[in-house]
Every structure is written in C-alpha cells, then in structure tokens.
C-alpha cells in the first residue's frame, strides 16, 4: 500500500552537498517538477545543515513536493521532516517511526539486494530503492544493479526507486521495469539550467502520473 504522503511517480531530486545557492537550485527543480526532494549533505555542520533542512521543507511545502532527510533521523526530527531515507548503517526503520512518529514515510536503499528489499518490506519500509543503475559520478563505487531488480520487487508491494547515473536519455527502460521515481543527483543539481534538468525527467511520466506536468 502507497503512504498516503507519497507523491504520484516522477522525478525524485537529490541534492549535491553544500553550495551557496542551494535554496535557489533548489527551488528551480522543484519548480521544474521535482515530486520529491532529499536533502543530503554529509558534513558535520550541525547548525547550517539545519538551517538549510527547514528552508528546504519550507519550499517543499509551497510546491506540493515531499521533503525527505537524507540519513539523520535526528535531523529529521529537529527541523520538523516527515519523511526520512535511510541507508544500510543509517539507524533502522522501527527506530526512524519511534523518533519521527508512526505516520513517517520511510524510504529505505536496498542496492543490489533482493533480499534486503524483503527484509525491509517486511520491516515496513514506505518504498525500496535500488542502485546504482549506471556509472555515477556521486558515488564512483556503489555496486551496480540490474533493472530485473524492479520487476521482481514489485511482490513487495510497494513503490520502488531506482538511482545511480541515471540521464532522461537511459531512463525509460528503468520505468518500464516499474521504477515509480527516478533519483537523480548531478543530472539535475550538476546542470546550468537547473530546472530545464528537472523538466527533462519530469516530462518522461506520464501527465496522469505526474502532477507537476
């Protein structure tokens, strides 16, 4: 069953780290249809980072997008975000609920694995990403998945999202194999015209799908 805060499917936006225009790139792909954005930034500023989680929540409420943390369930619980995504040593699910309340929405990275997409379906993650799918450039290392992963995850009956090098030139067969979101780092936030980048992906959906089209 899909967490009534889910969006439709679409483009899910991943941000790049600290930059000073990171509210203005932002809003732009937000702007340019953007269903989901996750704030991820792995420095050890404590004080901006939250400064910058709220301001990013604030955009996110003013476009209808949801606003995901990216591995802190602290940081989630401190700037107010109801939504969290958690990596393999990111702290649990039943841990992320206990802090963040039973109505989070908690998106969970499955890599490669099949068999840890079962375990956190099981869980009760909200949705199973999968990656990386091609080359990335944010994470050069990550282990590498096939698109078979999202058909035969689609048992565990939640939505998937599939990550890693993916440009709107190489997406579609990845939607076709079921992928709900597309996440995408550098294809959007690495782009001159950030949210011409956010368009581009948005407008592989569907318009029934897609309620920023």
Same mark, same amino acid.
């Given at each position: 069953?899909?967490?009534?805060?889910?969006?439709?499917? *679409?483009?899910?936006?991943?941000?790049?780290?600290?930059?000073? @225009?990171?509210?203005?790139?932002? %809003?732009?792909?937000?702007?340019? =249809?953007?269903?989901?954005?996750?704030?991820?930034?792995?420095?050890?500023?404590? #004080?901006?980072?939250?400064? %910058?989680?709220?301001? $990013?929540?604030?955009?996110?409420?003013?476009? +209808?997008?949801?606003?995901?943390?990216? @591995?802190? &369930? %602290?940081?989630?619980?401190?700037? +107010?975000?109801?939504?969290?995504?958690? +990596?393999? @040593?990111?702290?649990?699910?039943?841990?992320?609920?206990?802090? $963040?309340?039973?109505?989070?929405?908690? *998106?969970?990275?499955?890599?490669? @694995?099949?068999?840890?997409?079962?375990?956190?379906?099981?869980? =009760?993650?909200?949705?199973?990403?999968?990656?990386?799918?091609?080359? !990335?450039?944010?994470?050069? $290392?990550?282990?590498? #998945?096939?698109?078979?992963? $999202?058909?035969? !995850?689609? #048992?565990?009956?939640?939505?998937?999202?599939?990550?890693? =090098?993916?440009?709107?030139? /190489?997406?579609?067969?990845? &939607?076709?194999?079921?992928?709900?979101?597309?996440?995408?780092?550098?294809?959007?936030? +690495?782009?001159?015209?950030?949210?011409?980048?956010?368009?581009?992906?948005?407008?592989?959906?569907?318009? !029934?799908? /897609?309620?920023?089209?």
């Amino acid at each position: 069953m899909r967490h009534p805060l889910l969006p439709a499917p *679409g483009l899910y936006a991943i941000t790049d780290g600290p930059r000073e @225009d990171l509210v203005v790139a932002t %809003e732009a792909a937000l702007h340019g =249809g953007a269903v989901m954005l996750q704030y991820r930034d792995k420095t050890s500023d404590a #004080a901006r980072r939250l400064h %910058e989680a709220r301001a $990013l929540m604030r955009l996110c409420a003013d476009t +209808g997008a949801l606003f995901v943390v990216n @591995d802190d &369930i %602290e940081l989630a619980l401190a700037c +107010g975000a109801r939504a969290v995504h958690l +990596g393999a @040593d990111d702290g649990d699910i039943a841990q992320a609920r206990a802090r $963040l309340g039973a109505d989070a929405v908690v *998106g969970v990275s499955c890599y490669d @694995d099949l068999d840890r997409a079962r375990v956190l379906a099981d869980a =009760g993650a909200d949705y199973l990403a999968f990656g990386a799918f091609f080359p !990335s450039t944010t994470k050069p $290392l990550a282990r590498r #998945a096939d698109p078979e992963l $999202l058909r035969a !995850s689609a #048992a565990f009956g939640l939505p998937r999202v599939a990550i890693g =090098g993916i440009r709107p030139d /190489n997406a579609a067969p990845l &939607i076709e194999a079921g992928a709900d979101y597309l996440a995408v780092v550098s294809e959007v936030f +690495g782009q001159a015209d950030v949210s011409a980048a956010a368009r581009r992906f948005a407008a592989l959906f569907p318009a !029934s799908r /897609n309620p920023s089209a």
